[in-house]
């Protein structure tokens, strides 16, 4: 299971249910989620901002949800990616978002968070959808680094929202692809890394 991907392993994985770090329950996803962006469309994912809530060291984990958080659990899973469509085993993920008032944790780390990609590129976190606040749709921040590597600095948000034509930083091509059932959002979106 730790040989480089290829695009068929990529693009048949759909929300990878069975994979060792994904373990999102079947009964979670009306369906396997499509890669996005794809690999093989030759394009590295977009850098975007950081924003002024980044905060250096956050705690390496993949669960953020914590006892009573209010918001709408979701998991967000796929793949680190070269554009040659291979994994990036170790890459470190590092996701940061909005509570569901629209808050930042500034003084701890709540809803702050990193992991490594398994030996396959896979990543996973479960979290809550973050709120919409002024001038902002909903989104997460993320850093995505391969071992000794350039860093993305990168946004990803969510299909169908009316703030994403209001928001001067949204890009369709940063698009999670969703689906819903009972009480969770699935999420997913596969980083595609220049490692050129």
């Given at each position: 299971m730790s040989k480089?991907?290829?695009?068929?392993?990529?693009?048949?994985?759909?929300?990878?249910?069975?994979?060792?770090?994904?373990?999102?329950?079947?009964?979670?996803?009306q369906g396997?989620?499509?890669?996005?962006?794809?690999?093989?469309?030759?394009?590295?994912t977009l850098r975007q901002t950081e924003g002024p809530f980044c905060k250096p060291s956050p705690p390496e984990r993949?669960?953020?949800?914590?006892?009573?958080?209010a918001g709408q659990p979701i998991e967000l899973s796929g793949f680190v990616l070269t554009r040659a469509c291979k994994g990036v085993p170790g890459a470190l993920v590092d996701l940061w978002q909005a509570d569901a008032?629209?808050?930042?944790?500034?003084?701890?780390?709540?809803?702050?968070g990193h992991q490594f990609a398994d030996a396959d590129g896979r990543y996973r976190f479960r979290t809550i959808v973050?709120?919409?606040?002024?001038?902002?749709?909903?989104?997460?921040?993320?850093?995505?680094?391969?071992k000794g590597g350039r860093i993305l600095t990168t946004q990803l948000y969510f299909p169908g929202e009316p703030q994403n034509r209001k928001d001067g930083l949204f890009r369709k091509e940063l698009l999670i692809r969703?689906?819903?059932?009972?009480?969770?959002?699935?999420?997913?979106?596969?980083?595609?890394?220049d490692m050129g």
């Open positions: 480089n991907l290829t695009r068929r392993d990529v693009l048949g994985s759909g929300i990878l249910v069975a994979g060792s770090l994904l373990t999102l329950d079947v009964a979670r996803a396997p989620l499509d890669p996005t962006p794809q690999c093989h469309d030759g394009e590295a993949a669960e953020l949800i914590e006892p009573g958080m008032k629209g808050d930042y944790d500034n003084s701890g780390f709540r809803l702050r973050p709120a919409v606040y002024q001038g902002r749709t909903r989104h997460f921040h993320v850093k995505v680094q391969p969703t689906a819903k059932n009972q009480g969770w959002v699935a999420g997913r979106f596969d980083f595609i890394l």
